[in-house]
């Protein structure tokens, strides 16, 4: 099973003639409202590839619609607290050329209670993956307390801190970067990927595919050539079925193999975690 301590948003997506200057009110032409944040799409995706997901997070009160939809999408939701204050929020302006700009109001992943994450590792076995990343509280006491109980732990180094990354580095046993979170990593700290002292670390490279560095060395993945016309939550889709892959006892090649028909399937559709593939249209996909 997989054990996912993650970020849940309420992602408001506003369509706007521009991106707002300082000072300027301007009207937008459409609102919508998705479920989002890394942490519910990378159990979304992970559930929809047929893992047993557990997601460990917390929401407000405004926030029944979220764990319902994480519940209708395969989720186990029961580490899920309810608490006094207001479910996160993305508020995403995106103007006509697809440039976006976001503000992000953390309120309940940052407050995720000690006692949710203590109740859910209560029951998580000996070899079941325990998944964090940057959106939450919690993740150095997650990462310690997973390893400690024989856990296998995997952190997506997002939205990137280099000193989380070296905090957490001595209990993961599988890290993923994506290109840019990759380079960050090597200015702040003079690590490449491949010297990071983590049995598997995976850079994601968008159009490019992905390099797994393990105990072989270095392999490359190339992507699925297809037409993107929105690459968000891509990355997030990727990580769910990677783990979902190793969860089932998959070989990593085989684990990216679907991974990446599930990243690029991904990129052909707007939406994030409401439309991520879940299996068979991954099996089905052929170019
Ligand atoms: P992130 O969303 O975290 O930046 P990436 O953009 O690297 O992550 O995408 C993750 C994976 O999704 C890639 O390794 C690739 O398999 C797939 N992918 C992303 N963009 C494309 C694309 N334009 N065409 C095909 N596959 C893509």
Same mark, same amino acid.
């Given at each position: 099973?997989?054990?996912?301590?993650?970020?849940?948003?309420? *992602?408001?997506?506003?369509?706007? #003639?521009?991106?707002?200057?300082?000072?300027? %009110?301007?009207?937008?032409?459409?609102?919508?409202?998705?479920?989002?944040? /890394?942490?519910?799409?990378?159990?979304?995706?992970?559930?929809?590839?047929?893992?047993?997901? +557990?997601?460990?997070? &917390?929401?407000?009160?405004?926030? /029944?619609?979220?764990?319902?939809?994480?519940?209708?999408?395969?989720?186990?939701?029961?580490?899920?607290?309810?608490?006094?204050?207001?479910?996160? @929020?993305?508020?995403?302006?995106?103007?006509?050329?697809?440039? +976006?700009?976001?503000?992000?109001?953390?309120?309940?992943?940052?407050?995720?209670? $000690?006692?949710?994450? !203590?109740?859910?590792?209560?029951?998580?076995?000996?070899?079941?993956?325990?998944?964090? !990343? +940057?959106?939450?509280?919690?993740?150095?006491?997650?990462?310690?307390?997973? /390893? /400690?109980?024989?856990?296998?732990?995997?952190? &997506?180094?997002? #939205?990137?801190?280099?000193?989380?990354?070296?905090?957490?580095?001595?209990?993961?046993? =599988?890290?993923?970067?994506?290109?840019?979170?990759?380079? !960050?990593?090597? @200015?702040?700290?003079? !690590?490449?990927? &491949?010297?990071? *002292?983590?049995?598997?670390?995976?850079?994601?490279?968008?159009?490019?595919?992905?390099?797994?560095?393990? %105990?072989?060395?270095?392999?490359? =993945?190339?992507?699925?050539?297809?037409?993107?016309?929105?690459? %968000?939550?891509?990355?997030? %889709? =990727?990580?769910?079925?990677?783990?979902?892959?190793?969860?089932?006892?998959?070989?990593?090649?085989?684990?990216?193999? $679907?991974?990446?028909?599930?990243?690029?399937?991904?990129?052909?559709?707007?939406?994030?975690?409401?439309?991520? #593939?879940?299996?068979?249209?991954?099996?089905? =996909?052929?170019?």
């Amino acid at each position: 099973a997989i054990w996912n301590l993650g970020s849940i948003n309420a *992602d408001f997506v506003y369509t706007v #003639p521009h991106i707002p200057a300082p000072g300027e %009110t301007l009207s937008s032409t459409d609102r919508q409202m998705f479920l989002g944040g /890394k942490g519910a799409n990378m159990s979304v995706a992970a559930a929809r590839a047929g893992a047993r997901v +557990n997601h460990i997070g &917390a929401v407000g009160a405004d926030g /029944k619609w979220a764990v319902e939809r994480l519940l209708e999408y395969g989720v186990d939701t029961r580490n899920i607290a309810e608490i006094e204050t207001e479910t996160a @929020q993305a508020i995403i302006m995106v103007d006509p050329q697809g440039e +976006n700009a976001i503000i992000l109001h953390p309120a309940a992943n940052a407050q995720i209670p $000690q006692a949710t994450l !203590q109740t859910a590792m209560a029951e998580a076995q000996t070899g079941d993956w325990l998944v964090i !990343q +940057n959106e939450t509280n919690l993740q150095r006491t997650a990462a310690s307390l997973g /390893k /400690k109980m024989g856990l296998r732990v995997a952190y &997506a180094a997002a #939205p990137f801190d280099a000193e989380r990354v070296m905090a957490v580095q001595p209990h993961l046993d =599988f890290l993923i970067l994506n290109a840019v979170e990759a380079a !960050q990593l090597e @200015q702040a700290t003079g !690590q490449a990927p &491949a010297d990071m *002292d983590v049995r598997d670390v995976i850079v994601t490279l968008g159009a490019d595919g992905a390099d797994w560095y393990g %105990t072989g060395g270095k392999q490359h =993945f190339d992507a699925i050539a297809v037409d993107p016309v929105d690459t %968000t939550g891509a990355g997030d %889709t =990727f990580t769910g079925y990677v783990l979902a892959g190793l969860d089932r006892g998959m070989p990593m090649e085989q684990a990216i193999g $679907q991974a990446t028909k599930a990243g690029a399937l991904m990129v052909m559709r707007h939406g994030t975690a409401d439309v991520i #593939p879940d299996l068979s249209e991954v099996q089905a =996909f052929h170019l």
